[in-house]
DNA sequence: AAGTAAACGAGACGGTACGTCGTGTCTTCCG
DNA sequence: CGGAAGACACGACGTACCGTCTCGTTTACTT
């Protein structure tokens, strides 16, 4: 006899005592399907247990509320930063940018990443936690990839990295949310480019 | 002959739309000072309305919805990008940045951010052109700035001015979204001068 | 120089100071219109106003609320009970009945009655006067009617005039009010007769 | 295991459908109440639900409106017409009308009707079902008691048992609804009376 | 004829109730 | 005995009218 009420979920795959393992992939799969067509807003509970055949009980005992669910629907779509070591490092910061790009131009998380953030804005709890993990995830994969280029001398020892990835991932956002546009190709470049000439540290004079 | 009952002052300034304005102003400082206390979720326009001693009516009668009565209380706390020519361009790029910073810094801004934006994310309407506006606003005076350091030569012809600020906006946003931190002066700085020393165009090399 | 504000209108016909007669005779108009195509209920104040091109105000500075609009509205159609003494008390008798049924076949008494009761239900005030005296006049014509009928000895002395002209506006206003019909003339003609035989007094023994 | 958190008994009787029945009883209890301490106009969903301790929408689940509720708090406390066989015609009749007479005389009855008249007005849905299936209800009761009569030979086998009934009916209601009377039981005799005297038919002669 | 005061059309205003919807918790009942 | 089904309390939504009010403007009396 498990623990009935998980609170804190440690991790998103475990799925507690849901008889269900396909129930749970139900729910999930149509928590995304739903979030495509429908958007984030119309999105309900509710209709995500008529949809996927299933109790509005049974997804709350798993997930704590609307953006708990739609964070760990959103999870499994998610591209993974490569952290390949290609040898070159402008070709590995690209492929960390772009799959950074690749990830806003996602049609569900262009979908559901406005109300997201505004459901887990004033959470302390595992909103929060979970937003940092995922976000977390790719950074840090994606300093491994800025590190490196450290190591090897294309970028300076005082980069700040953290500062250089927010840049990347804020530009993208920015654009995401307020325009709904998506950073061009050629502009990756040129964010991997201005990384590489002048890696946010102050000029040597 | 004599004031009939006129519970509101009568003298007033000139008599003209007197009593709407005088609503109006209450209205908008209350969903102001609601927004600080409560935050954007919890702000209702049933509670504006009881709290500015309105009838809700009144409220939808000037303003559509939820974010477009935010969006509006909010301009007037906005502070105005610089743009004075002082002559020296990273002061002045300073001074933009920095007060793009403040902006973010604030309690208000703070906490309507994250619902706003997801209340008028899919709003083809009125409500992207508010936003549009407000952050249209901000970003073309800034855009002044960077083109007169353009001008002077300190920032190369070429530099993708766009791609700049959106940067600079960019790391505020995500920081204050998903971290609540603002960016401090020092990290400000950091921005101008990766800025000013390789402004984002591809290498001559 | 007039009384300027009339609390308690004396006569439905004096109507005040309204500068334009013209327009009282809109409002009524209307009123009457919208009962027979909208109903009582979707009658709204505002609604007349507009179609009559008044403002609300002027509706309202002559009558103090909807039913006494409607009641003012309808008094016009109502028709008269005749009183002429035909020689003949059964022919008399039939003609007043007959005039009573007419008054509730009537289209547009027929929408206003049911609003018009619960909406003077508790009226103390005018309303109630009103209502009085729109019954009361037809009430009183018949009771003549009736009171001739006695003094011809065509009815007993001791008949209970009020009793019967209850029971006969009763019938009607039931079968009006539940069932939407009305008496046919055959049924009039029952009443009148049965009144006429054993008109509500005790049996001789 | 300790109770979670269940405000309301637990223990209760047999554990159906209680939750149901206890918010049923207690709504239709507070609507009664309301309507014989406010009034039919001053009652509102909100306001039953807010006295029964329920949400509107639970009101809202059962009752499709105002009318349909109040009628149905109204259908516990009519009293029933006695059908029982006295052996006596006119002890029979005196009974039914004195019943219907006491009906018309019940606070809730005369606070509910001219609201409950206006609200189903119109209403050819279950509106009129339920209404006349109350009325209904009575008048087939009244109707067994007069057609027993006209089998013992005490009213003429021509009697137009649906007039008389309804002329009862109708006397009561246009004082009730217009002068706030009831009938006394001298009336309510004589009414009787008139109609075994002279049974609504033509006469003979 | 000019001046004054009122009545007017228009409609905004503070309220109140509406009926609907979504949330997160709960209970019932079925397989 | 666990889950679907959905009822439940709560609370916000946006709409509709009410009856009062405040605007300018128009009209009709006064002088």
Redesign the pocket.
Same mark, same amino acid.
């Given at each position: =006899?498990g623990t009935k009420r998980t609170l804190t979920r440690v991790d998103g795959a475990s799925g507690a $005592? =849901?008889?269900?393992l396909e /129930?749970r992939r139900r729910i999930l799969s149509v928590t995304h399907q739903m979030l495509v067509t429908q958007g984030y807003a119309?999105?309900?509970?509710?209709?995500v /247990? /008529?949809n996927a %055949?299933? %109790? !509005? /009980? $049974?997804i709350?005992?798993t997930w704590?509320? !609307?953006p708990a669910l739609v964070l760990e629907a959103l999870r499994n779509t998610f591209p993974e930063v490569p952290t390949a070591d290609l040898g070159d490092s402008r070709a590995e910061m690209l492929a960390a940018a772009n799959t950074l790009a690749a990830l806003f131009n996602l049609r569900e998380v262009r979908a559901a990443l406005p109300g997201l953030i505004a459901d887990t804005a004033e959470g302390e709890g595992s909103e929060h936690d979970l937003r940092d993990r995922l976000i977390g995830e790719r950074k840090s994969r994606s300093t491994q990839c800025l590190e490196r280029a450290i190591e090897r001398g294309d970028l300076p020892a005082d980069t700040d990295v953290s500062l250089v990835l927010d840049s990347w991932a804020g530009v993208m956002l920015f654009r995401c949310l307020f325009f709904g546009e998506t950073l061009s190709a050629a502009d990756v470049e040129r964010l991997v480019d201005t990384t590489l000439v002048s890696p946010h540290r102050l000029p040597a004079a």
């Open positions: =006899m $005592t =849901m008889r269900d /129930a119309k999105l309900t509970i509710g209709g /247990a /008529a %055949g299933v %109790g !509005k /009980a $049974t709350y005992r704590p509320n !609307k």
